[in-house]
């Protein structure tokens, strides 16, 4: 498998970084964001990542619902990352 390097703000690394799941790498994280087109991910993720996990099931299903409003925004078509 080829890699690549990229560059990211520090922020954009600590956003990342408070997203990752226990066992993921980096790029599993990224290809886990980019490719998720329901909000069950974010139910795992808040469940476990640090300063997230003492959400209640309201406020984790308010982040749901906000989620799913700005994605219908979007008009983005599927794209081949094989």
Not at 8 to 13: G, H, I, S
Not at 16 to 35: A, Q, V, W
Not at 68 to 76: C, L
Request: glycine share 4%.
């Amino acid at each position: 498998m080829v890699s690549k390097t990229i560059s990211v703000t520090e922020e954009v690394y600590n956003l990342l970084r408070k997203m990752k799941l226990p066992g993921e790498s980096f790029g599993d994280t990224i290809t886990r964001l980019c490719l998720s087109r329901t909000t069950s991910s974010v139910r795992e993720w808040a469940k476990s990542a640090d300063g997230w996990s003492d959400l209640t099931e309201k406020e984790v299903s308010e982040l749901e619902h906000a989620i799913e409003e700005v994605r219908a925004s979007f008009n983005v078509e599927q794209v081949d990352v094989g």
